[in-house]
């Protein structure tokens, strides 16, 4: 099963004419979830080749212009492409007001649902159905939620010699074991998948961390991703200036990455003081905490592997 990150938006604060501001969308098969929705949201959807339509949620980590001024130009968007789901939208406070209101004064003609759930707790805020979303508390100057999409464990690896020495023959027997029901073999005996199948493997995780000062518990909330989208606003001389505005530097999100046991981390949400060429010393002061960095880009792809 294909999972992709495309960088839509990588800027902050405003965006440059090289640089959309921040938004994120994951891929996973034919569902589509958008973190995010930052001025050329639609820009990077098109010359990517996207499917906005399918866009199952959105998820904004707060309602700062930059995160969502290009909401109200998809909401519309998707109005004029025959879409039939709802699409749900998730955030903290403020975000129902945003798009309640955005509707109201833009006039909007929207032919689709459009169901909006704000989040007040941490915890699981969209169930699927070998997955789930989890919101997490971020510390900025309104609220903010960072997002981790989480993959339950998929199956072991099925071992066919065995199949076969317990006397179930190839076809569709076999795929009903891989799928976890118990089988009758030829002999009349019941064979269960456990039998057959190797140890749990570990599903994948994409998490999302955008505007918040530096906190050692985001950590644990990213732990083991494997592929982290992570704010690095900052180089390390201007650490009291993040601090300041509620924000972090490279080398605190690298530090985050480390301690979370991250396989892989993109740096996001840059802010316009650095060209393109200026965020190489971003890069290098991360890259000398955490190794498997890299920089995020306007219309960046990353696929995102299982383990196994």
């Not at 004064?105 to 979303?133: A, C, R, S, W």
């Amino acid at each position: 099963m294909n999972l992709e990150a495309f960088v839509l938006g990588c800027g902050g604060m405003m965006p440059l004419p090289y640089r959309h501001l921040t938004s994120v969308l994951l891929r996973r098969e034919g569902d589509l979830f958008l973190f995010d929705g930052g001025e050329g949201t639609q820009v990077s959807l098109r010359r990517l080749n996207l499917r906005w339509k399918k866009i199952n949620a959105i998820f904004v980590s707060h309602t700062h212009a930059d995160h969502v001024t290009g909401l109200p130009g998809l909401l519309m968007l998707s109005s004029q492409v025959d879409r039939d789901d709802p699409l749900y939208i998730y955030g903290p406070p403020k975000i129902a007001e945003y798009i309640q209101s955005s509707r109201q004064v833009l006039d909007m003609y929207i032919n689709y649902q459009i169901v909006v759930k704000e989040i007040t707790e941490p915890g699981i805020v969209y169930q699927g159905e070998d997955f789930h979303v989890r919101a997490f508390p971020l510390q900025h100057t309104k609220t903010c939620v960072g997002y981790t999409l989480e993959e339950y464990e998929r199956p072991g690896q099925f071992n066919p010699d065995r199949a076969k020495e317990l006397g179930v023959p190839c076809g569709p027997l076999w795929s009903r074991l891989q799928n976890g029901e118990a089988v009758t073999s030829l002999d009349g005996e019941t064979v269960l998948p456990e039998q057959v199948l190797g140890a749990p493997r570990k599903g994948r995780k994409f998490s999302y961390v955008t505007d918040t000062r530096y906190l050692p518990s985001i950590a644990e909330e990213v732990k083991n991703s494997d592929f982290l989208v992570c704010e690095g606003m900052f180089e390390k001389a201007l650490a009291e200036t993040a601090a300041e505005k509620k924000h972090m530097t490279a080398e605190q999100a690298a530090t985050i990455a480390r301690d979370g046991k991250v396989k892989k981390m993109a740096l996001i949400h840059y802010s316009p003081r650095y060209t393109d060429s200026d965020l190489k010393l971003l890069l290098s002061e991360a890259k000398a905490i955490f190794p498997e960095t890299i920089l995020s880009r306007d219309r960046l792809v990353v696929p995102i592997e299982y383990e196994d």
